[in-house]
């Protein structure tokens, strides 16, 4: 066999591994969407709940009032961005496309005149932000998919005591979210939303002064001090399971492609090591038929 | 009689859905019962037993440490951070 042949057959045998591998990796991702994607539906009841009570307490009661809710907040310029990023790479455009927004965002932000502070989950972006000598704020990396539910809980407390600091310098205005929905299997986007402030949006026009019977207990304040960094705790743990579910939906992708490449590779190369196969019994034949008539031409008879 | 329709949900799962006769919370200023027709209610809670008696007569437990509890017209919704079953109530 030939060096050319040989060549072209371990082309061939690397994009074979290659290719189950990546076969491999796609059907993973598409186990693990469907199981990340009943996590995220599970904590719509309680996020419905809060978002319920909440609109309870503002539409039956003027005098409740709590940090997070005034449209005002100037006070430091700081304005948080908090980042949710994959830690693993062979996502596709997952990662990225994240970091975009939330760059977009901080633009945006700096134009504004305000002053970004950067709260980054996952590897990907942390190592983005450090790369460039902008290391973020605070950065969770890496994590893992099971304990999703107490890394939110951890990054609420950590922003909400920030939001809440009277200390100018760890004291936040706002507070952005920038991740990735999980619209469908097939369509994912990333998305910068503001948190806080919070706007209420009272649904039905109620006449001040006027309330029907409803009692709070202990009374309406504090009911709303508990409220709201439940709220803002149930909206990052949504957004840091919506971001899994689109990662794992994204890899799958980025890995179908991939499997995909494998193949069209494995096809270019067979048939290149059957030209060279072909050229190599040519060459045989020429080789052959070339010394046979160099006989003939020589007029020896004998053998 | 009407009856209450209970949503018992902590951030993560539903726990406990269906009709209930009465459900006792530990409200963050004492235990609070709810029966049905009850004023619509806004509650904090405090650590304690969340305990659920169904339309059937069966009661369920479970321990639940901070949370909220809404009534609104016969519907009672309760959001927790985390429900453990306490078993010597079945």
Known sequence: ?303 | MSTLEVTFVTSDRTVWTGQAAQVVVPAADGSMGILPRMQPTLAVLGEGAVRITGEDGTVSERTVHGGFVSVDSDIVTIGVDDAELVESAR
């Not at chain 1, 539906?41 to 709940?49: G, R």
């Not at chain 1, 939110?152 to 929905?181: F, K």
């Not at chain 1, 109620?206 to 409220?227: K, R, S």
């Not at chain 1, 067979?270 to 007029?299: F, H, K, M, P, Y």
């Open chain 1, 1 to 303: 066999m030939g060096a050319q042949q040989r060549e072209y057959k371990q082309r061939i045998g690397s994009a074979q591994g290659m290719k189950k591998i990546f076969k491999a990796k796609e059907m993973v991702a598409a186990s693990r969407i469907s199981k990340a994607h009943a996590r995220v539906l599970a904590t719509t009841p309680y996020a419905d709940a809060l978002t319920q009570a909440i609109g309870a307490v503002a539409t039956h009661s003027q005098e409740a009032q709590h940090p997070f809710l005034q449209a005002d907040r100037a006070q430091s310029g700081r304005v948080a961005i908090l980042l949710i990023t994959a830690d693993r790479g062979m996502t596709g455009s997952y990662s990225h496309n994240a970091i975009r927004t939330a760059e977009e965002l901080a633009n945006t932000l700096i134009d504004e005149g305000k002053t970004p502070v950067l709260y980054v989950v996952g590897r990907k972006g942390e190592a983005y932000f450090r790369f460039r000598n902008r290391d973020p704020h605070r950065a969770w990396a890496p994590y893992s998919e099971p304990e999703l539910g107490s890394l939110g809980q951890d990054i609420a407390h950590t922003l909400t005591a920030d939001l809440l600091s009277e200390d100018p310098e760890t004291h936040l205005d706002e507070l952005y979210l920038v991740g990735t929905r999980f619209l469908s299997r097939f369509k994912q986007a990333a998305r910068a939303s503001r948190l806080v402030p919070m706007q209420l949006v009272d649904a039905e026009d109620h006449v001040p002064g006027a309330f029907p019977l409803y009692e709070f207990a202990p009374d309406a304040e504090t009911t709303l001090q508990e409220l709201i960094p439940r709220y803002v705790e149930s909206r990052i743990v949504n957004l840091l399971m919506q971001s899994m579910a689109s990662e794992h939906a994204a890899t799958q992708r980025a890995m179908q492609t991939a499997t995909d490449n494998a193949q069209t590779q494995i096809d270019k190369f067979t048939r290149l090591a059957n030209t060279a196969r072909q050229a190599e019994i040519t060459q045989e034949i020429t080789e052959i038929v070339g010394g046979a008539d160099a006989l003939a031409g020589s007029g020896r008879t004998e053998r």
